[in-house]
């Protein structure tokens, strides 16, 4: 086929996400983020909701979400986004709301907002980032960063006796009577990443449909702050981070 | 027209709900009013007083160091308030429990038996109109009835409406203590 | 009798008034003692008649982001608190200050530190006047001193936050939540619609309907140089501030010898004061602020031309009174008289306190 040809628009196979800008990502090369937010801008056009969305950005690496996916977006306090979502939500009931939150800000300083949200069944999607680290300070301990996993501030490695378990926040969740959808993701593989926009589709529609809250779970890397190549983050990731959070709905009503 | 009272007893004696009832009587009346209680956990058993304006003008503190009328409902309250009638103003009190009788001379005392009363009516959640009769009656600003029955509407939820004419009959009561 | 007299609890008369101004959400949780906004606003189930959303949050920090979250999206919406809740709040506040969103907050004031006591107090002005929490920002600080003023402070509270895309706070004390006084109620006003709010804020995050150009709102900026013209833009509109929305009262300032200087009911505490001294022949006056930001330094300036001396009385050991030295620039003796722990005072210990300084 000449190049002519293969540019036609008949032709294309993949393009940029319509809601996604076309802008230099801060996001390291190998982070997962990026990978979800397209997924997210591609859901929120498919299902047409472009005009009806709103997003709660965190304190964190995805701080700077509102720079890339085109909708409207509030940057929360860490932690609060549930609060914050939940206002929104309950005084513009035709619009769509959801967070994007990391470990620390869902599981860490936003505990009490979160389970509080969830349990209200607050009709709002939440996406949750867990990469076991804190990226945006330094790669400090999450409460998600397993036993024995070496972060700034557990240089030798997480111990239960010093700083506890990791906290398996989503399977809390999905034992509140307010969540109806409760997932654990992931985007290392294509397969992964198809399973994953399924799944934020399907907290979206549960929205829509005020079933209550969706939790998408997406275990994810972050090889900076792993001290990994991108491809040995994906690796470590499979072999350690699955083990502790298996993939899967953890609830699906 | 103004005239400052405070009401102090034990709480649960209706100290609170009685100040409303006067309050809200003085409003109907077109009076400016302020109600100024004691908060807290002193109202649940403790001593509980408020503090009850009423005056054509404007009132300006809510808060007193003396009052035109006293009413004590028990010994701390008698105790505690006694020094702040002002001089020529009035101190009623409830002789029920009562050991240590008020001495002021310049004022004009009005000991009343207002439990004994209560309990002929036979029914103890009277006690605090039976008190507010007796009041009215000593009271030199005269509150027409019409008024007092007004703000006892407006003070009650309208679940409790059907307890006005029982009020009515302890007010009456009180006044007959005088 | 008109109907729309009643008498109320200062905060009963809040959640009456919140509704007929036709704020769209209260957040709260409860505290003595000002519990009484949530459970009044419960109680009169506002969502059945304005679709007002009335909601008891998780903690004070929950209901201030869910405040700050209803804010982002244009809506009139506002918490109450008392003063440990409020320094929940403060991060929230600060986020609202840096992200030029309009809010009200209620304090009704107990006295601390810390847990501290549930009886009146006046110890939070440092709190709400200069700040509160971080960064460089001011709150419009409104102190009433009545019922009536704790009704009419939530609609003016509102207008200024809408008028200057900033929170505004009513600086109340215990006493006049807790004080039940005349006041008449407002005409109910309605809500706006959804059109009407996407219209006055056209910077609020409502959806991209039309598909406009997306809103953000945030309160970060990396860039330091960025970060500085937003805070001189904050700075050029405390400074609009300062020069159109001082308030205060005067009391009998024209022929007085001294000044009292106090705010919210211990004005009117003072105001007893003045009449038992004027009694005993001391001419005093009385100023008090209204707004306590912006401070009113130059009617207290001009009140204070060719008196003897201030007494500011206050319940906590000296805050506002920094304020009046300022004003005064120190020509006149200023003196401070505070009760602390949830005590009132008197008025006639104001009045021994005045001649005590009128004395020394």
Same mark, same amino acid.
Request: proline share 5%.
């Given at each position: 086929? @000449?190049?002519?040809?293969?540019?036609?628009?008949?032709?294309?196979?993949?393009?940029?996400?319509?809601?996604?800008?076309?802008?230099?990502?801060?996001?390291?090369?190998?982070?997962?983020?990026?990978?979800?937010?397209?997924?997210?801008?591609?859901?929120?056009?498919?299902?047409?909701?472009?005009?009806?969305?709103?997003?709660?950005?965190?304190?964190?690496?995805?701080?700077?979400?509102?720079?890339?996916?085109?909708? /409207?977006?509030?940057?929360?306090?860490?932690?609060?986004?549930?609060?914050?979502?939940?206002?929104?939500?309950?005084?513009?009931?035709?619009?769509?709301?959801?967070?994007?939150?990391?470990?620390?800000?869902?599981?860490?300083?936003?505990?009490?907002?979160?389970?509080?949200?969830?349990?209200?069944?607050?009709?709002?999607?939440?996406?949750?980032?867990?990469?076991?680290?804190?990226?945006?300070?330094?790669?400090?301990?999450?409460?998600?960063?397993?036993?024995?996993?070496?972060?700034?501030?557990?240089?030798?490695?997480?111990?239960? /006796?010093?700083?506890?378990?990791?906290?398996?926040?989503?399977?809390?969740?999905?034992?509140?009577?307010?969540?109806?959808?409760?997932?654990?993701?992931?985007?290392?593989?294509?397969?992964?990443?198809?399973?994953?926009?399924?799944?934020?589709?399907?907290?979206?529609?549960?929205?829509?449909?005020?079933?209550?809250?969706?939790?998408?779970?997406?275990?994810?890397?972050?090889?900076?702050?792993?001290?990994?190549?991108?491809?040995?983050?994906? @690796?470590?990731?499979? @072999?350690?981070?699955?083990? @502790?959070?298996?993939?899967?709905?953890?609830?699906?009503? | 027209?103004?005239? &400052?009272?405070?009401?102090?007893?034990?709480?649960?004696?209706?100290?609170?709900?009685?100040?409303?009832?006067?309050?809200?009587?003085?409003?109907?009346?077109?009076? &400016?009013?302020?109600?100024?209680?004691?908060?807290?956990?002193?109202?649940?058993?403790?001593?509980?007083?408020?503090?009850?304006?009423?005056?054509?003008?404007?009132?300006?503190?809510?808060?007193?160091?003396?009052?035109?009328?006293?009413?004590?409902?028990?010994?701390?309250?008698?105790?505690?308030?006694?020094?702040?009638?002002? $001089?020529?103003?009035?101190?009623?009190?409830?002789? $029920?429990?009562?050991?240590?009788?008020?001495?002021?001379?310049?004022?004009?005392?009005?000991?009343?038996?207002?439990?004994?009363?209560?309990?002929?009516?036979?029914?103890?959640?009277?006690?605090?109109?039976?008190?507010?009769?007796?009041?009215?009656?000593?009271?030199?600003?005269?509150?027409?009835?019409?008024?007092?029955?007004?703000?006892?509407?407006?003070?009650?939820?309208?679940?409790?409406?059907?307890?006005?004419?029982?009020?009515?009959?302890?007010?009456?009561?009180?006044?007959?203590?005088? | 009798?008109?109907?729309?007299?009643?008498?109320?609890? #200062?905060?009963?008369?809040?959640?009456?008034?919140?509704?007929?101004?036709?704020?769209?959400?209260?957040?709260?949780?409860?505290?003595?003692?000002?519990?009484?906004?949530?459970?009044?606003?419960?109680?009169?189930?506002?969502?059945?008649?304005?679709?007002?959303?009335?909601? !008891?949050?998780?903690?004070?920090?929950?209901?201030?982001?869910?405040?700050?979250?209803?804010?982002?999206?244009?809506?009139?919406?506002?918490?109450?608190?008392?003063?440990?809740?409020?320094?929940?709040?403060?991060?929230?506040?600060?986020?609202?200050?840096?992200?030029?969103?309009?809010?009200?907050?209620?304090?009704?004031?107990?006295?601390?530190?810390?847990?501290?006591?549930?009886?009146?107090?006046?110890?939070?002005?440092?709190?709400?006047?200069?700040?509160?929490?971080?960064?460089?920002?001011?709150?419009?600080?409104?102190?009433?001193?009545?019922?009536?003023?704790?009704?009419?402070?939530?609609? =003016?509270?509102?207008?200024?936050?809408?008028?200057?895309?900033?929170?505004?706070?009513?600086?109340?004390? #215990?006493?006049?939540?807790?004080?039940?006084?005349?006041?008449?109620?407002?005409?109910?006003?309605?809500?706006?619609?959804?059109?009407?709010?996407?219209?006055?804020?056209?910077?609020?995050?409502?959806?991209?309907?039309?598909?406009?150009?997306?809103?953000?709102?945030?309160?970060?900026?990396?860039?330091?140089?960025?970060?500085?013209?937003?805070?001189?833009?904050?700075?050029?509109?405390?400074?609009?501030?300062?020069?159109?929305?001082?308030?205060?009262?005067?009391?009998?300032?024209?022929?007085?010898?001294? =000044?009292?200087?106090?705010?919210?009911?211990?004005?009117?505490?003072?105001?007893?004061?003045?009449?038992?001294?004027?009694?005993?022949?001391?001419?005093?006056?009385?100023?008090?602020?209204?707004?306590?930001?912006?401070?009113?330094?130059?009617?207290?300036?001009?009140?204070?031309?060719?008196?003897?001396?201030?007494?500011?009385?206050?319940?906590?050991?000296? !805050?506002?009174?920094?304020?009046?030295?300022?004003?005064?620039?120190?020509?006149?003796?200023?003196?401070?008289?505070?009760?602390?722990?949830?005590?009132?005072?008197?008025?006639?210990?104001?009045?021994?306190?005045?001649?005590?300084?009128?004395?020394?």
């Amino acid at each position: 086929m @000449e190049i002519q040809d293969i540019i036609k628009e008949e032709n294309k196979v993949y393009s940029t996400p319509e809601l996604l800008d076309d802008v230099h990502m801060h996001y390291c090369p190998g982070c997962s983020h990026g990978v979800i937010h397209k997924l997210l801008a591609e859901v929120i056009h498919e299902m047409g909701l472009t005009e009806r969305t709103v997003g709660i950005s965190p304190v964190g690496c995805a701080v700077f979400a509102y720079n890339y996916v085109d909708v /409207d977006w509030v940057e929360a306090a860490h932690g609060r986004a549930p609060a914050v979502a939940t206002a929104i939500s309950r005084l513009w009931p035709e619009n769509v709301v959801f967070t994007y939150q990391g470990d620390g800000d869902m599981a860490a300083i936003g505990t009490a907002e979160t389970i509080h949200a969830a349990n209200r069944g607050e009709n709002i999607v939440m996406i949750f980032v867990n990469n076991a680290i804190y990226g945006m300070t330094g790669g400090q301990m999450a409460p998600t960063t397993l036993l024995g996993q070496k972060t700034a501030t557990s240089p030798y490695g997480r111990r239960a /006796d010093l700083n506890g378990y990791p906290l398996e926040i989503t399977d809390i969740m999905a034992t509140l009577r307010g969540t109806c959808y409760v997932t654990r993701q992931s985007v290392h593989t294509p397969a992964a990443v198809k399973k994953t926009k399924a799944a934020i589709k399907k907290a979206f529609e549960n929205a829509l449909a005020k079933k209550g809250t969706s939790v998408v779970e997406v275990i994810s890397t972050c090889n900076s702050g792993w001290k990994m190549t991108p491809v040995q983050a994906n @690796e470590w990731m499979a @072999e350690n981070m699955f083990k @502790e959070y298996p993939l899967g709905d953890l609830k699906n009503l | 027209m103004k005239v &400052e009272i405070i009401i102090a007893g034990f709480g649960g004696q209706g100290v609170l709900s009685m100040g409303k009832i006067l309050a809200y009587s003085g409003l109907m009346d077109d009076k &400016e009013v302020t109600w100024m209680p004691s908060y807290g956990p002193e109202q649940r058993g403790g001593t509980a007083n408020v503090t009850v304006i009423l005056s054509d003008d404007k009132i300006s503190s809510p808060v007193l160091d003396s009052y035109d009328i006293v009413v004590a409902l028990n010994q701390q309250s008698l105790d505690k308030f006694v020094p702040r009638v002002k $001089s020529g103003g009035i101190l009623m009190y409830d002789t $029920s429990g009562i050991h240590k009788r008020p001495e002021r001379n310049d004022v004009k005392v009005y000991p009343i038996n207002a439990m004994e009363a209560t309990l002929e009516i036979g029914n103890p959640k009277a006690y605090n109109m039976v008190v507010m009769g007796a009041l009215l009656e000593v009271m030199p600003y005269k509150l027409p009835m019409e008024n007092v029955v007004k703000g006892l509407k407006k003070s009650l939820p309208e679940r409790h409406h059907n307890l006005i004419p029982l009020n009515e009959q302890a007010i009456e009561k009180g006044r007959g203590l005088i | 009798m008109n109907d729309e007299i009643r008498l109320m609890k #200062g905060n009963e008369a809040v959640a009456h008034a919140a509704i007929r101004y036709g704020c769209d959400g209260y957040f709260g949780y409860p505290i003595t003692p000002q519990s009484e906004v949530l459970e009044s606003l419960e109680a009169l189930m506002p969502w059945e008649t304005t679709g007002m959303v009335v909601l !008891q949050a998780e903690s004070e920090v929950a209901a201030i982001n869910m405040v700050y979250g209803a804010a982002a999206s244009g809506k009139a919406a506002m918490t109450s608190s008392s003063s440990p809740g409020i320094s929940l709040k403060q991060e929230g506040i600060s986020y609202m200050a840096g992200a030029e969103l309009p809010a009200l907050i209620l304090n009704v004031m107990r006295g601390g530190p810390g847990l501290g006591t549930i009886q009146p107090s006046q110890a939070d002005y440092f709190q709400a006047t200069k700040g509160g929490g971080h960064g460089d920002y001011h709150l419009i600080v409104l102190a009433p001193a009545s019922v009536q003023e704790m009704v009419d402070f939530v609609a =003016l509270g509102f207008d200024l936050s809408f008028k200057y895309l900033t929170p505004a706070m009513i600086l109340a004390d #215990g006493i006049v939540g807790q004080m039940m006084e005349k006041v008449v109620l407002p005409p109910q006003r309605p809500r706006r619609t959804d059109d009407q709010i996407r219209e006055q804020c056209p910077w609020a995050t409502t959806g991209r309907k039309g598909l406009r150009k997306r809103n953000v709102i945030t309160s970060l900026e990396l860039e330091s140089s960025k970060m500085e013209i937003i805070n001189h833009r904050l700075q050029a509109r405390y400074r609009e501030i300062e020069k159109n929305e001082v308030r205060w009262e005067e009391i009998n300032t024209d022929d007085a010898d001294y =000044l009292f200087v106090a705010f919210g009911s211990i004005a009117r505490i003072c105001t007893k004061a003045m009449e038992l001294a004027r009694e005993e022949g001391i001419k005093v006056g009385i100023v008090r602020p209204i707004t306590l930001w912006p401070f009113p330094d130059k009617a207290i300036e001009k009140a204070a031309e060719g008196k003897k001396g201030i007494l500011c009385v206050e319940l906590n050991a000296g !805050q506002m009174i920094e304020d009046v030295r300022l004003a005064v620039h120190d020509r006149i003796p200023v003196c401070h008289y505070g009760r602390l722990g949830g005590i009132i005072p008197s008025p006639a210990e104001i009045v021994e306190e005045l001649k005590k300084m009128i004395n020394d």
